[in-house]
């Protein structure tokens, strides 16, 4: 006889900020938990009692409606509202109360339980240095031009839709990274090797390259049906590409199965580029 | 007698993966510490025994230049790697270790211990959604154009350099969405109106402003001592800007404090705009 299926269940991350690291750390530990399905619910911003109240309600309706209690990951600092969300009717996982004391010993001190520190905004330079950082990235987004890029951290370089944009913006919203892009023309990609024009910044060149495969299915998506997107379009490109780093020296990685944060990671942690947070 | 100055210790992130997570909940422990300086070392992609075994050795050579052991914050999933940082001479802390047996318990079941399923990239669909939402952005970022608003989940408008490229960037980036920007004309600040091509998208727009002190400081690194940074321009431009969006009924945030993550989020939030992911 089949075992009836799970019932499903409800995943609640709760924070008095974003709920962004509750929800990446949350996910996580639910992903170890093969062919299980969760309704997942992001509560931020509970920075007060009232809000923490309405949170316990919406978490135990939840419970009712679902049949079996919640889960729920909190990221809460402060002690008041932890003593209110703790005393739903959920499993009850706190990545904040489980370390503060064991750090608390060894420090020696008290931590001040105080919201709000996790953030360096208020910092105004580090604030400055981050939209310089997306800025930089935007200006040098199409490699029109190499003007900029003496000022650049690293320039990513690949064929169209290998993945540079998204990981030059992530490198600098997260990083304060300063990264240009160049996609690889239809000259350099018959010539076989990189234009004079980047010869000088040849060792801050790093190189995405990607499956024909999902390169198609990528392009395909945005014209469907094209020269653009022709298996034999996509890959020659890529051909030709991993040839031009090969031939000029500069590392490369494929962009297939990583995550955005994968790959500016690896970018940032393969090149040794300084970051700036 | 003052007490000696704490000597100051090494905080190491340590991640088979991006250590992104790690870094983001260490660092929000950490600074419940006041006054306290760390030095902060992100390893990432331990993700076999000869790299576990070179984390280790860095961390007790750290251990040893300090004076004072090391602290490690931990997302390792394999068991086999965890088993060796956690021989290091640290005080480790271990974010996934801690609840992963609370939550076999609950779900009845044993959890997989694999790395890698956090992250969703290897879901093609969902890939080339957060590729389309940052183009999105990327395609709506000045304001040139309302041809796209049909397809904007949400508009942002404000002054220049009131945040709002940034925030578009991110509520691609993390969740999904589209989001374009219009920045205000002299024209639109002039009328204190939105102008006519914005009305049919009234229920879109989400205003951001700022503090006038803020904002010129914003503004005179990017053009020192412009009429653009001037005093009198940022304060003109701040007040009208809220005149037009209370003139429209147009909910708005101030930017001066929160970071990109927390503007993003609570746009998210205010809006009841639905996330992709």
């Known amino acids: 006889m ?3 299926p799970e019932k499903q269940r409800t995943v609640f991350f709760v924070s008095d900020r974003t709920g962004i690291t509750a929800e990446a750390l949350g996910r996580s530990l639910m992903s170890q938990f093969d062919g299980a399905a969760f309704r997942q619910v992001t509560l931020p911003f509970i920075s007060d009692v009232d809000k923490a109240n309405a949170a316990v309600a919406r978490i135990n309706a939840a419970g009712r409606a679902d049949g079996v209690r919640p889960i729920v990951f909190s990221t809460i600092v402060d002690d008041a509202m932890r003593v209110i969300i703790q005393r739903s009717q959920a499993l009850y996982l706190d990545f904040f109360a489980a370390f503060i004391g064991p750090l608390e010993n ?3 001190v008290k931590s001040s339980h105080t919201v709000g520190r ?7 330079a580090a604030y400055i240095q981050r939209i310089e950082a997306v800025n930089f990235a935007l200006a040098n987004d199409d490699g029109v031009s190499t003007r900029n890029y003496p000022k650049a951290d690293v320039i990513l370089a690949g064929v169209s839709r290998s993945g540079k944009t998204p990981t030059c913006l992530y490198l600098a919203l997260q990083y304060g990274v300063f990264a240009a892009n160049y996609p690889l023309t239809e000259d350099d990609l018959k010539r076989g090797q990189l234009p004079e024009a980047l010869l000088p910044y ?6 995405l390259t990607i499956d024909p495969e999902r390169l198609q299915q990528i392009r395909h998506h945005r014209r469907p049906n094209s020269h653009y997107s022709s298996s034999n379009q996509v890959r020659y490109e890529v051909r030709q590409a991993e040839d031009v780093f090969r ?8 962009t297939t199965l990583p995550s955005i944060e994968e790959i500016a990671t690896t970018v940032l942690h393969q090149t040794g580029i300084k970051r700036r947070f």
Not at 118 to 124: F, I, T, Y
Not at 202 to 207: D, E, I, P
Not at 247 to 254: L, Q, R
Request: proline residues 11%; contains cysteine; charged residues 15%.
């Open 2 to 4: 089949p075992t009836p």
């Open 106 to 108: 060894e420090l020696g």
């Open 118 to 124: 996790a953030h360096a905004s208020a910092d105004n």
């Open 247 to 254: 031939a000029a020296g500069v590392p490369c990685m494929n």
């Open 202 to 207: 040849r060792n801050k060149l790093y190189g």
